[in-house]
C-alpha cells in the first residue's frame, strides 16, 4: 500500500507579479501517525508548512481531496514532476 502521497499545485499571473504553490502530502510520522503536510509559498522562496495529524490515511486523503479541490477553484493547476519549471 502506497503510503506517501503528494499533490503539486502552481498559480502564475505574470501580469500580477504572482508565482505561487501550493503542496498536499499524506503520509506517517516516524511514529506511524498519519499527516496531512501542506506546504505553500511564492516559487523559489522559503515555503511555509503546516502538519495536521489526522485519526486515519481516509481522513487524510479526503482532507487533501477537498484542499486540492478548493486551490484549483482559486485557479492553481495540478503540475506533474516534469512539468515544474
Avoid: C, P
Avoid at 507579479?17 to 522559503?46: H, P, S
Amino acid at each position: 500500500m502506497e503510503e506517501t502521497r503528494s499533490s503539486h499545485f502552481e498559480r502564475r499571473d505574470a501580469a500580477r507579479n504572482m508565482q505561487r504553490f501550493y503542496r498536499l502530502t499524506v503520509t506517517r510520522d516516524l511514529f506511524g501517525a498519519v499527516l496531512l503536510v501542506r506546504e505553500w509559498g511564492r516559487i523559489g522562496a522559503y515555503a511555509r508548512e503546516r502538519r495536521e495529524v489526522k485519526a486515519s490515511l481516509a481522513d487524510a486523503r479526503r482532507d487533501a481531496a477537498r484542499l486540492a479541490a478548493q486551490k484549483q477553484r482559486r485557479g492553481y493547476r495540478a503540475v506533474e514532476d516534469g512539468d515544474r519549471r
